[in-house]
């Protein structure tokens, strides 16, 4: 199982940008679709984006599509979030995830956290308004 750590989280007002990191460890990183989800106090784990193995097929939820950018460089095993125009309704902890690698899943499957099998930590992200 691949081990996750997230970085980069923090303080920043409305309409700023921020970019959030994950770091894989593990030789199998380049097999495991990743996602990025996250949840506010008192919220339900929300789905915020996906990337296919090979960076070339990304998915992300309609609260954030146009705004956030999911990328991943598989030659240094990590994952990136690029949050840009962010609104205080983007203020949660944002987790890194890994899905089981040799397995197509769907869309649907991307969205729901059962799907993933690592999680890193979580980091926070605030937007003050």
């Known amino acids: 199982q691949v081990q996750l750590v997230e970085s980069g989280g923090g303080l920043v007002q409305a309409g700023g940008s921020l970019r959030v990191s994950c770091a894989a460890s593990?030789?199998?990183?380049?097999?495991?679709?990743m996602g990025w989800f996250r949840q506010a106090p008192g919220k339900e784990r929300e789905f915020v984006a996906a990337?296919?193995?090979?960076?070339?097929?990304?998915l992300y939820s309609d609260s954030v599509k146009g705004r956030f950018t999911i990328s991943r460089d598989n030659a240094k095993n990590a994952v990136y979030l690029q949050m840009n125009s962010l609104r205080p309704e983007d203020t949660a902890v944002y987790y890194c995830?890994?899905?089981?690698?040799?397995?197509?899943?769907?869309?649907?499957?991307?969205?729901?956290?059962?799907?993933?099998?690592?999680w890193g930590q979580g980091t926070q992200v605030t937007v003050s308004s």
């Open positions: 995830a890994a899905a089981r690698g040799k397995i197509v899943y769907s869309d649907y499957d991307l969205r729901v956290p059962s799907t993933y099998t690592s």
């Open positions: 990337i296919s193995r090979s960076g070339s097929s990304t």
């Open positions: 593990g030789r199998s990183f380049s097999t495991n679709v």
